[in-house]
């Protein structure tokens, strides 16, 4: 098996690195220990354990037996890897126990120890050198003679019979140790070139922190500004709160207190109501004529206008001022229209804002413009994500000249190629994870697995968008070329070379392109992620939007094809919020 093939087979399915301490489930698959208890605990509750590859379930927690095999393997596999410290070298005749060898003897290609050195033959055609190895490459192939020149015309180190009667013959060649100098002198003039290139490197990225700091500092004078500004707003709409709040109380308890009164008198009246009713009564039951005859007339006891007038008090007592509610209106707007006309919120290009980094509601304020198109003058912007693929001198000044038109558009991931693990919400904006196989039809644009892209494709122009990654703890979010692989793990978004992502794992997070990878801080609150991509730049960006907003890694590359988004999940769900706001410089 070859080496690239064998480094795939010892990776982990779950992190994707060569496996640590690998474990064996019932059914022969194998994880990191580690890996696949974290997988079993987010399990526990749910009825079932189940196989994060072949989906083999189980009622109760599996037992991980450790593969001791496989870990052999793996240890064997880094101890022969380039970067590990090669093995010391012994002498060949040394056989009861191992000496290290002092020399190595060209002729007979062997090496020596001190001791057999000495008694070693000492005539010229036994050339001794370093301890080494590869004996048989200080050799000539074909007279398995050694080394003695080079050959300039053919670039190669020949021996004498080479040079004498071989297919160098009549070749102006060059004693190795001569040519040797020669090759060593160009070298050391490209060392110094890369040395002085490199010392270039380093005050171009020192000027860059410079401007970095200060950048950093106005930064810090915007927020404090802003903070100000928006300290002062709550203020007012507080105090405005308490003096409706007061008011409407005020005004409640005097009604209260007037209506009490007309109860109170009202009750009265209808005691006398009610005394007048009894004596009408009496009258009518008599059959004395006279008696009734001589009783003064009652015509009076029902006076309409002591009602109306008693209506009129109830009325009027129940009312409560309408003024207070238009006037508190009135200030509401007054506040509103000072954020818009500009009296609480300076110009953007006095605050050096970017409405690129606030949401709509927030641009919305800042900027005073409702319409969904946001126009911003670029001449003083500071923070704007924008400048990401510009040359140097426009990542120290920003934009220098001209207006960007940033539009909103949808986004919608393309269903077509959703993993079998793998559920779409119906508006097309959130990936969710299911322990269930979905069993999705196989076509050649499906993912295997946890994977999605958008049915959206960007070519050209400057693009962001924000994905809400709060409900998951195992993601992936970023961009992938449309002919990525679709199956097996070297699928998976940052496993290739047409693909970036940032990841969460392991309570950690990185970046990832073509399996290499960076480890971020810890200490970043990532519950929104926004990628940005400047395609005629050949940069993509990431962004965490905690408060302040955290600029994660930015990767640049020659891109030679359309890009998707891309989302990957194997827990809970991730969303794509809202849609996708493209900038382009107007004419």
Known sequence: MASADLRQELDCSICLSIYTDPVTLRCGHNFCRVCIDRVLDTQE??????????????QERPALQRNITLCNIVESFLSTRPDQEETGIFCTYCVDSPVPAAKSCLLCEASLCDKHLRVHSKSPEHVLCDPTTALGNRKCSVH??????????????????????????????????????????????????????????????????????????????????????????????????????????RQE???????????????????????????????????????????????????????????????????LDVGLISGTLH??????????????????????LDVTTAGDTESDIITGINTGIYVQEATDLLLDVTTAGDTESDIITGINTGIYVQEATDILLDVTTAGDYIQISGDRKTASWSYINQNHPVTPERFQFYQVISSRRFSSGRHDWEVDVSKSVMWMVGICY????????????????????????????????????????DNIPCDRVRVY?????????????????????????????????ALWVADGCITICGGVRSWEKLP
């Open 45 to 58: 509750g749910a009825g079932a354990y189940t196989c994060p590859d072949c989906r083999a379930e189980c």
């Open 144 to 249: 398995k003679e050694i080394y003695k020149y080079y050959c300039p015309e053919d670039a190669a180190c020949i021996c004498v019979s080479c040079r004498l009667d071989g297919e160098h013959r009549g070749h102006l060649v060059e004693m190795l140790d001569e040519a040797s100098e020669k090759k060593k002198e160009k070298l050391r003039n490209v060392l110094q070139k890369l040395t002085t290139k490199r010392a270039e490197t380093e005050k171009r990225a020192q000027r860059l922190q410079e401007r970095r700091r200060e950048d950093q500092g106005k930064a810090a004078g915007v927020i404090e500004t802003v903070t100000a500004l928006f300290r002062d707003i709550r203020r007012q709409l507080n105090d405005l709160e308490k003096r409706v709040l007061s008011e409407i109380s």
């Open 253 to 319: 308890q005097r009604v209260s207190l007037s209506v009490s009164d007309l109860i109170q008198q009202l009750e009265i009246k209808k005691d006398e109501l009610s005394g007048k009713m009894r004596h009408i009564e009496e009258l009518c039951n008599m059959s004395d004529p006279v008696t009734v005859l001589q009783e003064p007339d009652t015509g009076d006891l029902c006076d309409t206008e002591d009602t109306e007038r008693h209506d009129n008090q109830v009325r009027g007592a129940g009312d």
């Open 331 to 352: 200030t509401l707007s007054d506040i509103i229209t000072g954020i818009n006309t500009g009296i609480y919120v300076q110009e953007a290009t006095a605050l050096l």
């Open 482 to 521: 449309p002919s990525i692989d679709r199956r097996g793990w070297q699928s998976h978004i940052g496993c290739n070379n047409k693909s970036w992502c940032v990841r969460r794992y392991n309570n950690h997070y990185y970046v990832r392109h073509d399996r290499t990878e960076i480890r971020l801080p």
């Open 533 to 565: 991509l400047d395609y005629g730049a050949g940069q993509l960006s990431f962004y965490s939007l905690c408060d302040p907003i955290r600029h994660l890694h930015t990767y640049t590359a020659a891109l030679t094809e359309p890009l998707h988004a």
